[in-house]
């Protein structure tokens, strides 16, 4: 059974940092896209940022020039490094990932999400 486990989250101040990780678990072929969405209190769910296995990458809008996403393939791990944070960034942060059980076959799965809350 895949499992998708964040880690990082916490208060911290406008202006402040953070970086989440998020591990990928158990027994599968290999994994495609790797990324982070969040959810606000209120809001719909976002895209954050996308890696994909060769290492490209896209950004919401929103998060471009303050947010960086990297993946480590050989750990399974995927990376959200977060800089000049606002107010406004305070949501629950969830990876998720495409994994292939096969070379024909491919699933999204979630993690639970890490909250992570930017104020003073």
């Known amino acids: 059974q895949v499992q998708l486990v964040e880690s990082g989250g916490g208060l911290v101040q406008p202006g402040g940092s953070l970086r989440l990780s998020c591990a990928a678990s158990g027994s599968f072929f290999s994994i495609d896209g790797m990324g982070w969405y969040r959810q606000a209190p209120g809001k719909q769910r976002e895209l954050v940022a996308t890696i994909f296995s060769g290492g490209s990458t896209n950004y919401a809008d929103s998060v471009k020039g303050r947010f960086t996403i990297s993946r480590d393939n050989a750990k399974n791990m995927v990376y959200l490094q977060m800089n000049s944070l606002k107010a406004e960034d305070t949501a629950v942060y969830s990876c998720?990932?495409?994994?292939?059980?096969?070379?024909?076959?491919?699933?999204?799965?979630w993690g639970q999400g890490t909250l992570v809350t930017v104020s003073s």
């Open positions: 998720y990932a495409r994994i292939f059980s096969s070379i024909w076959s491919a699933t999204d799965h």
